[in-house]
């Protein structure tokens, strides 16, 4: 009896670690899908069409992310056969050094100005 | 002095801006898939289409010839209007042509072939789509050129025209 009450805990527990790790495997799936474009619709990610191109790109993630590749890993697959635009987040390469940078350099120039102007208006 | 040079600021930063909006505004807002970059072909298994048996990839590109890969399906009205050409293309002996019939139902697409033709040296089965993402396509009809180096040198997004027929016999010459 008593074994049969441990075997069952085990069981439960076995249960209850699947449930937990499918629900995390289920947010990391969201989470590229929301990150992939559609290539085919208009302004839509994969996660939220159901164009055949995006229900083939739902598949191909979730057995990624079955293989135990990472999102990272994922995206270089993608990135691979359609290129950068596929993905929301642009990378970081030549097409992308202004994207990047120039909020930073305004930022540090306004910073600048704004520094020099206070000083200035100390010194009077 | 300082006032040229904060001229000069100024203008130097709203020509930056100009340039980057105006490149901006050039630059096309769609996703344009680049047709001409060399790939290696994925490898895959397959099932066939008529045996119903599993196909490696190494297997369907043995030959040192060049080989079109036909993306296809029966539910698609652009690939009824390309089917005559890939008709014509198959009498070429010097290339093999491959269909990938895409998401279909197996007899409708049997039904298609039998009322078209059948211009495919062999067909393979993409049930779910995830064959041709493989290959980088994103719908049908698409075509793609295999070079005898086993490398993707072309590819066609659409139906092939007369004009896309004379490119591939240009290209497979």
Redesign the interface.
């Known amino acids: 009896m008593k074994i049969l009450k441990i075997a069952i805990i085990a069981l439960l527990l076995m249960g209850f670690s699947n449930l937990k790790s499918n629900e995390k495997s289920d947010e990391l799936k969201n989470k590229i899908l929301k990150n992939i474009?559609c290539?085919?619709c208009q302004g839509q990610s994969v996660y939220d069409s159901e164009s055949?191109?995006s229900?083939?790109?739902k598949?191909?993630v979730d057995?990624k992310i079955n293989d135990g590749l990472e999102e990272k890993e994922i995206y270089f697959y993608l990135r691979e056969?359609?290129?950068d635009?596929i993905i929301y987040d642009p990378k970081l390469n030549k097409n992308t050094y202004?994207l990047w940078f120039?909020p930073l350099l305004f930022f540090l120039v306004g910073g600048a100005i704004i520094y020099k102007k206070i000083q200035k208006k100390n010194e009077k | 002095m300082k006032n040229k040079f904060s001229l000069f600021v100024v203008v130097i930063f709203f020509s930056f801006c100009f340039v980057?909006f105006y490149k901006g505004l050039n630059a096309p807002n769609n996703?344009t898939?680049?047709v001409n970059e060399k790939k290696n072909i994925p490898t895959f298994k397959a099932k066939d289409f008529y045996s119903n048996n599993f196909v490696n990839s190494d297997k369907i590109f043995e030959e040192n010839i060049f080989y079109i890969i036909n993306i296809w399906a029966s539910w698609c009205v652009p690939c009824r209007a390309e089917h005559p050409l890939l008709m014509r293309l198959s009498k070429n002996k010097s290339i093999k042509l491959i269909g990938l019939n895409?998401?279909d139902n197996l007899n409708n697409a049997k039904k298609f072939i039998n009322e078209l033709g059948n211009p495919y040296s062999q067909t393979i089965i993409d049930n779910?789509?995830?064959l041709?993402?493989?290959f980088?396509a994103?719908?049908v009809p698409e075509t793609f050129i295999i070079d005898k180096d086993k490398k993707i040198i072309r590819k066609f997004i659409g139906p092939i025209d007369k004009q896309i027929l004379e490119e591939i016999k240009s290209i497979t010459k």
């Open positions: 474009r290539l085919i055949e191109f229900s083939s790109i598949l191909i057995k056969k359609y290129g635009w202004i120039l | 980057i996703y898939p680049k895409y998401r779910d789509g995830t041709s993402v493989e980088g994103y719908g």
